[in-house]
């Protein structure tokens, strides 16, 4: 059975910092890309950060791009969502996800299909 845990959501303060993590079984961790979406209230989900360790390759969302930092560790099968600087517009419910990377026949084609979901945990940014 594969099982994807968020937590770390919170209320905090425009300008705090937060850590989600993601902790993960019943697949190969160490094989699969890792993938943090946000939906904010009344939007659609967005995919906001995604993570390939072999190739060491990290994706990140212009909205969050030089605040956030998505983290993967093999040995623990735990993905991490590292927040710095949040904003009220980082406001949502945040999910993990994890899926295979896309190969091509030239290599790495990034991490777009994800499979497996976890059920989310609450991010607040509010004073």
């Known amino acids: 059975e594969v099982r994807l845990v968020e937590s770390g959501g919170d209320l905090v303060q425009p300008g705090g910092s937060l850590t989600l993590s993601c902790p993960a079984s019943g697949f190969t961790f160490s094989n699969y890309c890792m993938g943090w979406f946000r939906q904010a209230p009344g939007k659609e989900r967005e995919e906001i950060a995604s993570i390939y360790n072999a190739e060491g390759r990290t994706l990140y969302d212009d909205s969050v791009k030089g605040r956030f930092t998505i983290a993967k560790n093999n040995a623990k099968s735990t993905a991490y969502l590292i927040m710095h600087f949040l904003k009220p517009e980082d406001t949502g419910m945040y999910y993990c996800?994890?899926?295979?990377?896309?190969?091509?026949?030239?290599?790495?084609?990034?991490?777009?299909?994800?499979?497996?979901w976890g059920q989310g945990t609450q991010v607040t940014v509010s004073s």
């Open positions: 996800a994890a899926g295979p990377p896309r190969i091509a026949t030239w290599g790495f084609d990034g991490c777009k299909d994800w499979e497996y």
